[in-house]
């Protein structure tokens, strides 16, 4: 029987300093066995595989080269990091990640010293770079790198280039590498580009450059210019790197990023150089490179569930209901069929919101703007203003970057604008970073807003259609990540009654008023409060703003407790709801309310039920809530 490892270098790392401790001709042998590590790691947990596949060799290079983690890396996304974190101390755990307990899926300053910066969102780590850079030389650290890999599309925000601008405004040395995975912007890579970067990062150049310069000081001001700009002009003539040396960064690339023999020297080149001003290293990768599947997959295999190594097939389980995200994009393509000005705006996630279903029937009227939300929000604006009627469709978590541009572009113009809102609630294995927490709190303050929820698919298609309808206000509405619940699907959607709820079940003492997808676990609950002689009204209230006044005012009459129970932080519905009830007089009867919300912690990364659970928004929570209201104990309700 063989019992040889498959990965006999990758065993003897533990940390970076034992890959530092190995020759530069066995980093090719380490990284191929840190790529098949990655393959079967994912295969068992599922998550991005992709992007981690494209940044094999690179991350080998970085910690072989830079002393980590006292030289400060940063990834960007941080979806890119499983290879890094096998390398650094976590290989043990790697087949717990985006589990219960287990590993982030990004990187995670409280998970490891090798993660400085946390990163589930992009295009942060050039200005989180930048500050740990003033921070080292303030501090007169000059031993620290710093080490900003961005790519997979996070060059596309403006942040980077906000961030950009100002690490060469500040003259600061930091090094900036670009993880260009099919992202159209590089020049064909080959022995020559290879060459040319070695030579260019290499000292003989650096030395001849420095001299130059120190020559031109003493010359007229006009012919140190001149000399500067010829100097750039050739070296982007030879390069490409033009746009970045106009930046104010000194360009190094294109270079392979899967040859090793290119990696090291030009990286090491890099890190000796003797350049003040930011660097920026131009490095090309195939995103899924070394496993067929994901290399021949449209998307790189980006995010996967659980897949046999061999065959590459995911373990998809059959739903038992359509998606949400498929539910809006089938719902908004039906209504477009009808309405020519429907357009549909998305940041990079055309397939995780559903306008890839769009973009197949109407992709003159598709519009992906890259990982730019700000720039979506405004350009929707400026669609609107002129009588088109655009669906901005982000995920909640990411429309938070655009929040100024909500206010101040959409809200206080009155305009039209209708924000489609996926992922809102809790997300399961992407954990508290992309957890839609937070829109209903941060929507429900604007004025001239209608807010909606979904309860169900269904719902869904009625409030995709009221936004559509909506044409004096900009709107939005919420709804989660997964499947429906499997109610029967409407043939058409049907404008709802602004700011008008509905109730679901009657009942006695309690009331439940739910906003959006915990219908059913309200409904789930009133069956075991009924079970206990305790009967209860269950209400939809569809609408956070306007609410639904003649509701909340028959539900606070008629009840003993009124419960409001919402996917979303504290200051979002149940907070409107209290302050209606408090300037109204509703509360001045001895009611008893409880307003169920998003816990004020941040949840980790789970199974949905079982976040749902500690966040105390499931039936069982929702019976023990109401009974501590009555003061029954769960004992004595039992009896």
């Not at 080149?269 to 930011?278: E, K, S, T, Y």
């Not at 499931?618 to 039992?638: P, Y």
Request: with cysteine; hydrophobic share 40%; aromatic share 6%.
């Amino acid at each position: 029987m063989n019992t040889s490892s498959k990965t006999p270098l990758l065993d003897t790392i533990k940390i970076p300093a034992d890959l530092r401790a190995l020759q530069p001709a066995q980093m090719k042998q380490v990284a191929d066995e840190l790529r098949a590590e990655v393959i079967d790691a994912v295969s068992v947990t599922g998550g991005h595989l992709g992007a981690g596949l494209g940044v094999v060799e690179l991350t080998v290079a970085i910690h072989y080269l830079f002393d980590t983690p006292d030289d400060r890396l940063i990834w960007d996304v941080g979806h890119q990091c499983y290879p890094h974190k096998i390398l650094t101390g976590r290989r043990d755990r790697i087949r717990t990640i985006r589990q219960g307990g287990g590993l982030s899926g990004f990187t995670k300053r409280s998970e490891s010293e090798y993660d400085p910066f946390g990163a589930g969102h992009s295009s942060t780590s050039i200005s989180a770079g930048l500050g740990m850079a003033v921070a080292n030389q303030l501090s007169d650290d000059k031993r620290k790198n710093v080490i900003a890999v961005i790519g997979d599309g996070s060059m596309s925000a403006g942040m980077a280039y906000e961030a950009m601008n100002n690490a060469a405004a500040a003259d600061q040395r930091m090094i900036v590498i670009l993880n260009d995975n099919d992202m159209s912007i590089a020049p064909p890579v080959g022995s020559m580009s290879g060459y040319l970067s070695r030579l260019i990062s290499g000292k003989g150049y650096q030395g001849l450059r420095n001299a130059a310069k120190g020559l031109t000081k003493h010359l007229p001001r006009q012919i140190e210019e001149a000399a500067r700009k010829l100097e750039e002009y050739t070296r982007g003539m030879m390069t490409g790197g033009t746009l970045f040396e106009e930046m104010g960064f000194f360009y190094v690339g294109p270079i392979d990023g899967h040859n090793m023999d290119h990696l090291l020297p030009v990286l090491k080149n890099v890190r000796d150089a003797d350049v003040d001003g930011p660097i920026l290293v131009h490095v090309v990768t195939q995103k899924g490179k070394g496993y067929g599947p994901a290399e021949h997959a449209a998307d790189k295999y980006h995010g996967v569930a659980k897949f046999d190594v061999v065959t590459g097939k995911q373990a998809k389980p059959t739903p038992n209901a359509p998606s949400y995200t498929k539910v809006y994009g089938e719902t908004l393509t039906k209504l477009a069929h009808k309405d020519d000005k429907i357009t549909a705006i998305t940041a990079a996630m055309p397939s995780g919101t559903g306008v890839n279903i769009f973009a197949e029937a109407f992709p003159d009227r598709a519009f992906d703007v890259g990982i730019a939300e700000q720039h979506a929000v405004t350009f929707a604006a400026g669609m609107a203003c002129e009588g088109y009627k655009p669906f901005c469709t982000l995920y909640s978590t990411f429309l938070q970057r655009a929040y100024d541009q909500v206010v101040h572009d959409v809200a206080i113009q009155k305009l039209p604008v209708r924000f489609a809102m996926d992922r809102a609630g809790l997300v399961g294995a992407d954990g508290a970073t992309h957890a839609g927490a937070y829109d209903i709190a941060y929507l429900g303050c604007l004025p001239n807003f209608v807010l909606m929820a979904a309860a169900d698919e269904a719902e869904l298609v009625h409030m995709t259609t009221t936004a559509w309808a909506i044409d004096d206000r900009p709107s939005a509405f919420r709804y989660p990540r997964g499947e429906g619940v499997g109610v029967e699907m409407p043939t058409e959607g049907q404008v709802l009654e602004i700011g008008k709820g509905r109730i679901l079940r009657e009942g006695g003492k309690i009331a439940i008023l739910s906003y959006g997808t915990r219908l059913a676990e309200s409904l789930l609950a009133a069956e075991d409060l009924a079970a206990r002689g305790l009967p209860a009204t269950v209400a939809d209230a569809r609408f956070a703003k306007p609410l639904d006044h003649q509701l909340i005012a028959d539900l606070a009459r008629n009840h003993e407790v009124l419960m409001t129970i919402e996917e979303g932080s504290i200051g979002g519905f149940g907070a409107l709801v209290l302050q209606h009830m408090a300037g109204n007089g509703l509360l001045d009867h001895g009611l008893k309310v409880r307003t169920m919300t998003l816990p004020d912690t941040l949840i980790d990364h789970d199974k949905p039920d079982i976040q749902y659970a500690k966040a105390g928004l499931d039936a069982q929570s929702i019976v023990k809530t109401a009974l501590g209201a009555l003061g029954i104990s769960e004992a004595k309700a039992r009896a």
